[in-house]
């Protein structure tokens, strides 16, 4: 397969074109994508997304104006123990790494039909092409596999080989202060590629006042089993609970109605701006320690209650360092009581900090502007 060679910036369209693709793991790579593509839209680029059909039902609700092409996701299986998806996942390596050669063969052959300006994969490490600007998002320099510190360096290793294929990584997190992700986005050693710390992405709006008429607003999506077998000891946990509670559920694209359990009204899912609403009328919420969902709920300033996926290491360790950190309270999946969880957060000693969420705006405006200057 040949690859192209050179980049004809904005020749034809007068727009610089950007291929965007978010990994399908969770939702939370394509939610935290959207700030990302309302700012290229604000700059004037035509902006084309590469995703699978869950993805494209969440994003064509906050941009129906878009190309959309099709790309398979990796669609991994979890298990429904701790143990049982790290097991699951270790298994299915030699499927991650076909997909990832396959989604690079894909690029190459759309490239050959549309030119593009600019790649931005967030942790799609297939989606690279000579001669064209590719950018590669992750807050995971440093990841955690859940099996010792040697397999983690190994794992860097093979991490960092893949990253360097690209042309610049995006890291959404900051550079110096109190940072998001801990060590997993502040490793001792970089990736040799130009790198830069973008700061958090969340596409919430700021709250507006002080008015929590939710006593607990939970917000539930990531993989199945999981996501399902720690709804149900929720709500049967709800059962016992006074109070106004909201379930959301990470469905987007499901066709049922508003349900209610009790006390407690349940959403398939819920649109961006519903979403932010839910979240700022809520005393507490209950999530997955998701990175995106952090994000959020960091930016709106809300004491949050994570609960990590089994055998997610990422997540287990997102949730014991903002814990460590006072920005949330965590428990796992194994340990979590509801009655007792809400007696102790009364009492847990939250630190609620202003992240400026805006450094991403910078980063984009920058790049565009380079690549006009390269290319005249």
Not at 48 to 74: D, M, R, W
Not at 83 to 111: A, D, H, S, Y
Request: charged share 15%; hydrophobic share 40%.
């Amino acid at each position: 397969m040949i690859l192209p060679e050179s980049n004809n910036f904005n020749t034809k369209a007068q727009k610089p074109i950007v291929l965007l693709s978010p990994l399908d793991w969770g939702l939370g790579h394509t939610t935290r994508c959207i700030p990302i593509i309302h700012e290229l839209l604000h700059l004037g680029c035509q902006v084309i997304i590469a995703c699978n059909s869950t993805q494209k039902a969440l994003l064509i609700g906050e941009f129906p104006q878009l190309t959309y092409v099709h790309l398979p996701g990796y669609n991994l299986k979890y298990g429904k123990k701790r143990w049982g998806t790290i097991v699951r996942i270790i298994l299915q390596t030699p499927k991650i790494l076909i997909k990832i050669n396959n989604e690079n063969t894909w690029l190459n052959i759309f490239l050959k039909t549309k030119p593009v300006d600019i790649i931005i994969s967030d942790n799609r490490f297939g989606l690279h092409a000579r001669g064209v600007h590719s950018v590669f998002i992750t807050h995971q320099l440093y990841i955690k596999t859940g099996l010792g510190k040697l397999t983690d360096r190994l794992v860097q290793y093979l991490n960092y080989f893949r990253i360097k294929q690209f042309s610049t990584c995006w890291v959404p997190d900051y550079e110096a202060g109190k940072t998001l992700a801990g060590e997993l986005s502040h490793p001792g050693k970089l990736p040799a590629i130009p790198l830069r710390y973008i700061g958090g992405l969340s596409r919430l709006n700021a709250c507006q006042g002080k008015t929590t008429s939710i006593n607990l607003l939970v917000i539930l999506s990531g993989p199945e089993p999981q996501r399902t077998i720690f709804e149900n000891l929720l709500l049967q946990a709800f059962k016992q609970q006074p109070g106004n509670i909201v379930l959301v559920r990470g469905l987007p694209g499901s066709s049922s109605p508003v349900q209610s359990a009790g006390n407690c009204i349940i959403h398939n899912h819920a649109p961006a701006g519903m979403l932010n609403k839910l979240i700022c009328n809520s005393e507490y919420v209950i999530s997955r320690s998701g990175y995106t969902t952090v994000m959020d709920l960091l930016k709106l300033g809300k004491k949050s209650i994570l609960v990590p996926t089994p055998g997610q290491a990422e997540q287990e360790y997102i949730a014991g360092y903002l814990h460590k950190e006072h920005l949330a309270y965590a428990v796992s999946q194994s340990h979590f009581s509801l009655k007792k969880v809400l007696a102790e957060v009364k009492t847990f000693p939250y630190q609620q900090p202003v992240f400026d969420m805006s450094a991403y705006k910078i980063v984009i405006g920058e790049m565009i502007e380079q690549i006009k200057k390269a290319e005249h």
